[in-house]
C-alpha cells in the first residue's frame, strides 16, 4: 500500500488505542458529553448562526470569537502581512494542496476505493461549500445603504447567491453535488448538516465562527472582508478536486469556486473582493487594515488545519476498517441495547458493544473471528445476508450506506485468522472543538428604545440587543393587529379569498385603477412648492431606507430560494445593483439636495434627531425596519406588505409625482425609476404577486386560508387604520 501497511485487498481492524494522542477521540457518532458544561459543541454554534432570525449574539460568545481569531492570527507567521502580499502564497499553497489530494484520490483508485474518498470528501466539504459566501449576509443594513463599499460587497454576495434565479447559489449548487451522491439526507436546510454524524467536527469550524461573525457585522466588518478574501484567493476548495476528477459532469463546478464570475461576462469576484478590501482599508485606517489582515490570517490558519485534518482522514479511510470502526462507534450505545443474550467469543454483545462506544477494536477483531463473518466474502456472511434480509432479525437495522461499508470491510478481511490479528489500521482521531463562552453574567440585555426617533436609529443596524428585538417584535405586531381591523369592508385589500389563477389578473385590474385614477385627476391642482418639499422631507426617514422590509432576505438560505430569490432581487434594485447612480436613498438626496435639504447620514444619531421631521414620519419607517428582522415569523406578512409598496404608486401616484417635480423644476429620476422597475408585466410588482402565488402553492389546502387572511393583513399594513377600533386590535396584541 501506497502509505506503507498492508496491500490494497487486505484490512486493518482499527486499533484507537495505539498510539493516541492528547486529543480527545473522534465525536463523528460519539455519545461522549463535553466535559465542560459552558461548552457549545461547534455543530450548535454552526447550527444557531444558521437562523436567519437568530437572537443578537451574546456578548459572552462574542468574546469566544475574539479569542479565536486571537488563536488563529497567533498561530500564523504570516498574520501581519498585508493580504495583497499574502494572496499569491494563498493560491499557491492551495494548487499544492490540490496535487496532494488528487495524489491520495489516485491511490484510491488503484486500491478500487475512491468511490469513498468522493463521498467523504463531499461530506468534509459540506459545511462550508454549502454556505459559500453567506458570511457576507448581513454587511448591508439600512443605515449603509449609501456606502461604495456596502454596495461593492453586497454585489460580491449577490453573484453567490446568483440573484435573478432560484436555487441558484453556490450552496444549492453543492446540494445538487451531494443529492447526485446520495449524502444529502441531512443536507438541506444547511443547518441540518449538524445532525450528520459522517461530518467531524473540525469541518464545522471555520463555517461556525464565520457564520456566528456574519451576526456581528458591527464587530467584525473587517474581519469579514478578509477571510472572504482568503476564500476566494484559495478558490475551490482543494479535498474537492479529485471529486472534479472524476464527476466533471455531475454539476457546473464553476459555481463552487468562490473566486470565479457566475456569468461568462462577469469579472472575477477574487479581484472584486481584493478591491473591497483595499477599498475598505482606506476608510477605516490602519485598524481597518488590521481587522482585515486578522480575518485573512485566521482563515488561512483555519483553512491550512482543515485541510491536513481532510487528507488524514481520506488516506485512512482508503481502509475498510477506518470506517467500519467509525460506524461500529457510532451505533453501539443504541445497540448494546438489544443484545444482552447473545454471545460473541464467549462473552455477552451487550458487553462488546458498550466498550465499543469508545474502543470498538477489540469487538472488530472479535467479530471478524465469529460465525457472522466470512472473511473476504461479504455475499457469504450472515451479518450481511440472512440477518439483515427481510426476515432477518436484523431487517432494516443498517441502511444501504452502512450495508456497503460492512461488505467492504468483510471483504477486506483476509481469510487468515492471524493476518487479521496482526493487522492495524492508520490512526486519525478528528478533534473534539467546543466553543466556550465567557461568564453569561457579563450577558447585557439593554434597554427597549425610549422613543420612535431612537428606535429607529437603533434599527437602522443588524446588531440589536434582545430588549431593542422585543420592541421590534411588539412593534410589528401591534402594527398588524391594527391592519386587521375591518379588513373585510376596506377598499384597500386584497380580495377575500385568493383567485385560483394567481394574481396576475387582479394586478393589472389594479393598474387599470390606478390609470383611471390618474386620468380623473388631471384636472386637480398640483401641489404648491412648499407643499411638494415638506411631503418629500416628510417621507426621507422612509424612502432613505427603501426595501427595508425586505432585509432578511439577504440571508443567504432565503435569499436563492424560489420565492426568496423574488424578494432579494427586488431589495438588490432598490439598492442599484452596485451601480451608485440608480441607488435610490442616494437618487432621492440628490433630489432632496435640489430643494435646499441636506440632510445628515442615514444611520447618525443626528439624522433621527434633526428637527424638521415630525415623528409621525418614522411610523412605517420603523415598521419596515421592524418586521424585515423576522422574515420566518412573519413571511407571510412581509410577501404581502411587499406586494403593497411595489404596487403602490405603478400607473397613477408616481405619474402625478412627476408632473409635480416637473412644475417646481425638480428631478424626476427617483419617480421615473420606480414606475418602470416596479411594473406589473416584468417589474417588482410582478415578482411580488409572483412570490405570493408561489407561496400559497406549497400551503396544505387546511393552511391556505390563514396564510391568505395573513398575506391581506401585511398588504393593508402598509396603510394601517388608526381610528379608535384600530387602537384597541393593537393594545389587545400588546396584551
Not at 461576462?265 to 482585515?292: H, K, S, Y
Not at 485468522?417 to 447585557?444: C, F, K, M, N, V
Not at 428585538?469 to 379588513?487: D, N, W
Request: charged share 25%; hydrophobic share 40%; aromatic share 8%.
Amino acid at each position: 500500500m501506497a502509505r506503507g501497511g498492508p496491500s490494497a485487498c487486505e484490512c486493518q481492524v482499527f486499533d484507537v488505542g495505539r498510539g493516541r494522542s492528547a486529543m480527545r477521540p473522534s465525536t463523528r457518532g460519539s455519545d461522549q458529553a463535553v466535559d465542560d458544561p459552558t461548552a457549545l459543541p461547534i455543530q450548535t454554534v454552526f447550527a444557531r448562526a444558521c437562523d436567519p432570525e437568530s437572537t443578537p449574539l451574546p456578548d459572552t460568545l462574542r468574546d469566544a470569537i475574539v479569542a479565536e481569531l486571537d488563536r488563529g492570527c497567533a498561530d500564523d507567521r504570516g498574520s501581519r502581512v498585508p493580504p495583497a502580499d499574502l494572496g499569491p502564497s494563498v493560491a499557491a499553497w492551495a494548487a499544492t494542496q490540490r496535487l496532494r489530494f488528487e495524489a491520495l484520490f489516485a491511490a484510491a483508485e488503484r486500491e478500487g476505493r475512491a468511490d469513498v474518498l468522493v463521498r467523504r470528501a463531499v461530506l468534509a466539504c459540506a459545511p462550508l461549500a454549502s454556505l459559500s459566501g453567506a458570511w457576507l449576509q448581513w454587511m448591508s443594513e439600512p443605515g449603509n445603504a449609501e456606502e461604495a463599499v456596502t454596495m461593492r460587497v453586497l454585489s460580491l454576495f449577490a453573484g453567490d447567491v446568483g440573484a435573478g434565479h432560484p436555487r441558484a447559489s453556490r450552496g444549492s449548487v453543492y446540494l445538487s453535488l451531494m443529492q447526485h451522491l446520495r449524502v444529502a439526507v441531512h443536507a438541506h436546510p444547511a443547518s441540518q448538516l449538524a445532525q450528520d454524524r459522517r461530518i467531524a467536527d473540525q469541518s464545522f469550524y471555520l463555517p461556525a465562527v464565520a457564520l456566528t461573525m456574519s451576526r456581528r457585522p458591527d464587530a467584525y466588518r473587517g474581519e469579514i472582508i478578509g477571510l472572504d478574501l482568503c476564500l476566494r484567493e484559495v478558490g475551490l476548495l482543494p479535498p474537492l478536486d479529485g471529486v472534479q476528477t472524476r464527476l466533471p459532469h455531475a454539476i457546473g463546478w464553476d459555481a463552487l469556486d468562490p473566486s470565479r464570475a457566475r456569468t461568462p461576462d462577469g469579472p472575477p469576484p477574487v479581484e472584486d473582493a481584493r478591491a473591497v478590501a483595499a477599498a475598505f482599508v482606506e476608510l477605516a485606517g490602519a485598524a481597518g487594515a488590521t481587522a482585515v489582515e486578522r480575518g485573512f490570517a485566521w482563515a488561512f490558519g483555519a483553512l491550512r488545519r482543515w485541510c491536513d485534518e481532510v487528507a488524514e482522514e481520506l488516506d485512512a479511510a482508503r481502509d475498510p476498517g477506518f470506517e467500519m470502526a467509525e460506524l461500529v462507534r457510532s451505533r453501539a450505545r443504541e445497540a448494546s441495547v438489544y443484545h444482552d443474550r447473545f454471545n460473541v467469543q464467549g462473552r455477552p454483545l451487550q458487553e462488546w458493544l458498550s466498550e465499543a462506544r469508545t474502543d470498538p477494536i477489540p469487538f472488530l477483531t472479535a467479530l471478524a473471528n465469529s460465525r457472522l463473518i466470512r472473511p473476504g466474502n461479504s455475499d457469504a456472511s450472515r451479518l450481511t445476508g440472512t440477518l439483515v434480509s427481510e426476515k432477518g432479525r436484523m431487517f432494516r437495522i443498517f441502511p444501504d450506506n452502512e450495508l456497503d461499508t460492512i461488505k467492504r470491510w468483510i471483504d477486506a478481511l483476509p481469510a487468515d485468522p492471524a493476518q487479521r490479528a496482526g493487522w492495524r489500521p492508520p490512526a486519525h482521531q478528528p478533534r473534539r472543538i467546543t466553543l466556550r463562552p465567557a461568564s453569561e453574567s457579563s450577558h447585557d440585555d439593554g434597554d427597549a428604545p425610549a422613543d420612535i426617533r431612537q428606535a429607529y436609529i437603533r434599527l437602522l443596524r443588524r446588531t440589536i440587543t434582545p430588549a431593542t428585538r422585543r420592541y421590534a417584535l411588539r412593534y410589528v405586531e401591534k402594527r398588524l393587529a391594527r391592519s386587521r381591523q375591518g379588513m373585510e369592508s376596506s377598499a384597500q385589500s386584497l380580495p377575500d379569498e385568493h383567485p385560483v389563477d394567481g394574481l396576475r389578473s387582479w394586478l393589472l385590474d389594479q393598474h387599470d385603477l390606478h390609470n383611471r385614477e390618474f386620468h380623473n385627476g388631471l384636472g386637480d391642482p398640483l401641489p404648491d412648492r412648499a407643499e411638494l418639499i415638506d411631503s418629500s422631507v416628510q417621507l426621507a426617514p422612509l424612502t432613505l431606507i427603501d426595501g427595508a422590509w425586505l432585509t432578511g432576505y439577504t440571508d443567504y438560505q432565503l435569499a436563492s430560494t424560489e420565492r426568496g430569490h423574488f424578494l432579494f432581487d427586488t431589495y438588490w434594485d432598490e439598492l442599484g445593483n452596485s451601480d451608485l447612480s440608480l441607488n435610490h436613498p442616494l437618487i432621492y438626496r440628490a433630489v432632496l439636495r435640489e430643494m435646499g435639504i441636506d440632510l445628515p447620514p442615514t444611520r447618525s444619531p443626528e439624522f433621527a434627531t434633526w428637527s424638521g421631521f415630525r415623528d409621525q414620519s418614522f411610523d412605517t419607517p420603523v415598521y419596515w425596519l421592524a418586521i424585515g428582522r423576522f422574515p420566518r415569523t412573519f413571511e407571510p406578512e412581509i410577501l404581502g406588505l411587499n406586494l403593497a409598496m411595489e404596487l403602490s404608486g405603478v400607473g397613477g401616484n408616481y405619474r402625478r409625482g412627476r408632473q409635480t417635480l416637473q412644475k417646481h423644476g425638480f428631478s424626476t429620476a427617483f419617480v421615473d425609476i420606480h414606475n418602470t422597475i416596479d411594473n406589473v408585466a416584468t417589474g417588482h410588482s410582478a415578482w411580488a404577486a409572483d412570490a405570493i402565488d408561489g407561496y400559497l402553492a406549497e400551503q396544505a389546502p387546511t393552511a391556505s386560508a390563514d396564510a391568505w387572511d395573513r398575506i391581506r393583513a401585511g398588504y393593508r399594513s402598509l396603510n394601517a387604520p388608526s381610528g379608535l377600533l384600530a387602537g384597541n386590535g393593537a393594545r389587545q396584541a400588546e396584551t
